[in-house]
Each structure stands twice: as C-alpha cells, then as structure tokens.
C-alpha cells in the first residue's frame, strides 16, 4: 500500500507568511487610494474657492457699474456724472471686496446725445488669495 506524506501539514508550511505578504499588499494599495482621493479632494476644494471668489469679484462690478450708472442717470434728474466711481464694500456678502470703474463720454452729434463707456474692475480677497474680474458697460442718453 501506498502512503502520501500529510498533505495538510505539507501545503500549511508552504503557505507559511502568504498572508503576512497579501495584508501588506492591501495596506499598500488602500493607502494609495485614500491619497489619491485626498488629492481629488483638496483640489476640488480649492476649485470651489477660486469659484466663489470669482463671483464675488464679477458681482462688486456689477455693483459698481450700478452705482456709477446712478450717477450718470440721476432719480432726480440732476447732470451727469462721469467721473471715476471707487466702491468699497463691508456688506456680509461682499467684504473685502472693491470696485472702480472708469467713464468715457463720447458725444454722437447725429443723434443729439452722449454715449458712455464704463470699464468696471472688481476685485476681492479670500485669505491670502485675490480674485478680479473685468466689466465693459455702454450706455446712451439718447431717448430714441
């Protein structure tokens, strides 16, 4: 008769340390996952703060524009004002935040009126980063 060596015994000790090495494989492959996502994450984040930072910067232009139209087109209907309007914002939604904008009147003899220019500049600080945005406006005083 015919004896096989244990052949429970035998494979055991050949596997002896498989598993030391497959956990550290998936220690690894785990770590490298969580820093890619971290990474993903982060620049994500930062992305979003550029975004809102941006938007900030566009609305205190416009605002600006907004308020140098006012003093173009007076409620009261007093002259026009097209001097350089500087805006400096403190409202929660805009702090840290300013405005410029800059007028060109150009005068259109055929149509008995004046056209306006306005370049706006707003800017905005988040932290230590800045954010600018760039605003070209016309108007008319012409009434047809």
């Known amino acids: 008769m015919l004896t096989y ?7 055991a000790h050949r596997q002896r340390g498989s598993a030391l090495v497959v956990a550290v494989f998936i220690i690894v ?3 490298l996952l969580a820093t890619a996502l971290f990474g993903l994450f ?3 984040s930062s992305a979003t703060v550029a ?19 006012l003093k173009l087109f007076p409620v009261d209907g007093g002259a ?11 409202q929660p939604g805009l ?4 405005g ?4 060109t009147s150009f005068n259109l003899d055929e149509l008995d009126a004046t056209h306006y220019r306005l370049q706006a500049s707003g800017s905005c600080e988040i932290g230590t980063e800045a954010y ?8 008319t005083d012409a009434n047809n």
């Open 42 to 44: 982060s620049s994500s």
């Open 51 to 69: 975004n809102v930072g941006g938007a900030r910067a566009n609305f205190a232009a416009k605002s600006s524009v907004e308020e140098a139209l």
């Open 100 to 103: 410029e904008v800059t007028c």
């Open 5 to 11: 060596p244990d052949s429970k015994h035998h494979s």
């Open 80 to 90: 026009a004002d097209c001097s350089t309007t500087t805006v400096s914002f403190s």
């Open 132 to 139: 600018s945005r760039q605003l070209l406006t016309e108007a």
């Open 95 to 98: 702090a840290n935040c300013s």
């Open 29 to 31: 492959v785990l770590s």
